[in-house]
C-alpha cells in the first residue's frame, strides 16, 4: 500500500482547517469530480494588509489530497497574498515529510487552488489550465501548459514522474506520445536528451516502509485483479493475469469482454485499482501487446 509518512497520515485523520471559511472574501475551485479528484480552497483575507486571516478547505479525493489540503491552509495562514503566491507544491509536500511519488499531484491541485483563490479575491480570471493549451489527457482533462510548468518546476525527466505529478498518462496511456513530446521540448531547451527507457528514481520511503519484492508485489496484483473479478463475471465477462514485466502488467480479457466497447474502460479501472492497491505506477495492458513487443 501507500508509504505515507507519519504528518501525513495525522493530517488525513485529524486535517486542519476543514470547511468553507466564514466570511470569506476569496475562493478557488480547482478539479472536477469526474476527472476523480476536486478542492475548493476559501479565504478570509483582511483587506488593508492583504494578510489571509483563515484559510479552509473542502475536498473529494484520496487520503493524499486531504492531508495537502489540511497542509497548504497552515503554510499560508498569516502570510501576505504575494507571499503565498510563492508556496510551491514541494513545499506543501516537504511541510509532510513527503508525499509518495504517485501522490505528488495532490500537492500540484492544492498550488493551483490557491492560484486560483488569490486571483479570486484581486477580480482577476483565473482559468484551468486545461483551457489554456492544447488537451493532452483526456481521461484526467490535463493540458500541455500544466504539464510543460510542472515539468519544469519540479524537473521532471520521465513520462511516470509526470504521471505522479499531473495524473497525466496514468490512465489509459494513449496521451504518453504527447507527454514524450513535451519532456523532448523541455529537456532540450536545458541542454539535456529526453531518453524514453529513463526509469523514474525511487523516492526514498517517507514512513520507513520497504520496498516489495517481486513474489509480493505479483500476489497483491493478482489479489486487485481478482477483486475486480467478480463484477465482470456478473456481466459474463472475465480477466486473468498473463504476465508482469517490470511497470507493465498484461491481462487477457475473455467472455463478453471480447470485442466489448467498453474495454478500455475496463483495463482502466483494473490499473487504476492495481495502482492504488500496489502503491506504484503501472500499466495494464492487453496480452495482445506482450506478443506485438515480442
Not at 472574501?25 to 480547482?30: K, Q, R
Request: net charge negative; glycine share 10%.
Amino acid at each position: 500500500m501507500w508509504d505515507y509518512s507519519e504528518k501525513v497520515q495525522e493530517h488525513f485523520f485529524n486535517p486542519r482547517n476543514a470547511g468553507a471559511v466564514a466570511d470569506a472574501n476569496a475562493t478557488g475551485d480547482v478539479g472536477s469530480l469526474s476527472c476523480g479528484d476536486a478542492l475548493r480552497l476559501t479565504l478570509k483575507v483582511d483587506p488593508q494588509s492583504e494578510v489571509i486571516l483563515d484559510a479552509g478547505f473542502q475536498t473529494f479525493g484520496c487520503g493524499s489530497a486531504i492531508a495537502s489540503s489540511s497542509a497548504l491552509t497552515e503554510i499560508i495562514k498569516g502570510m501576505t497574498l504575494n507571499e503565498a503566491l510563492e508556496v510551491t507544491n514541494q513545499d506543501i509536500a516537504d511541510y509532510l515529510d513527503g508525499l509518495p511519488a504517485e501522490k505528488m499531484h495532490c500537492s500540484v491541485m492544492g498550488r493551483e487552488a490557491l492560484q486560483a483563490a488569490i486571483a479570486n479575491y484581486r477580480g482577476e480570471e483565473w482559468k484551468d489550465d486545461h483551457k489554456e493549451g492544447a488537451l493532452v489527457c483526456k481521461c484526467f482533462a490535463v493540458d500541455s501548459v500544466l504539464i510543460e510548468n510542472t515539468i519544469r518546476s519540479n524537473g521532471l525527466s520521465t513520462v511516470e514522474e509526470v504521471a505522479n505529478y499531473t495524473k497525466a498518462g496514468g490512465g489509459c496511456s494513449a496521451c504518453h506520445e504527447g507527454v514524450e513530446a513535451i519532456l523532448t521540448r523541455v529537456l532540450a531547451e536545458q541542454g539535456k536528451a529526453f531518453d524514453p527507457y529513463a526509469i523514474a528514481p525511487e523516492a526514498a520511503p517517507s514512513g520507513g516502509g520497504r520496498k516489495l519484492g517481486n513474489l509480493e508485489r505479483i500476489r497483491r496484483i493478482e489479489r486487485s485483479i481478482e477483486a475486480i473479478r467478480t463484477n465482470l463475471q456478473r456481466d459474463h465477462g472475465d480477466v486473468e493475469l498473463i504476465d508482469v514485466d517490470g511497470k507493465n502488467v498484461y491481462v487477457n480479457m475473455t467472455g463478453a469482454c471480447v470485442g466489448c466497447q467498453m474495454a478500455s474502460t475496463t483495463l482502466d479501472g483494473i490499473q487504476q485499482r492495481i495502482v492504488e492497491d500496489l502503491g506504484e505506477f503501472v500499466r495494464v495492458l492487453p496480452a495482445k501487446a506482450m506478443r506485438k513487443s515480442a
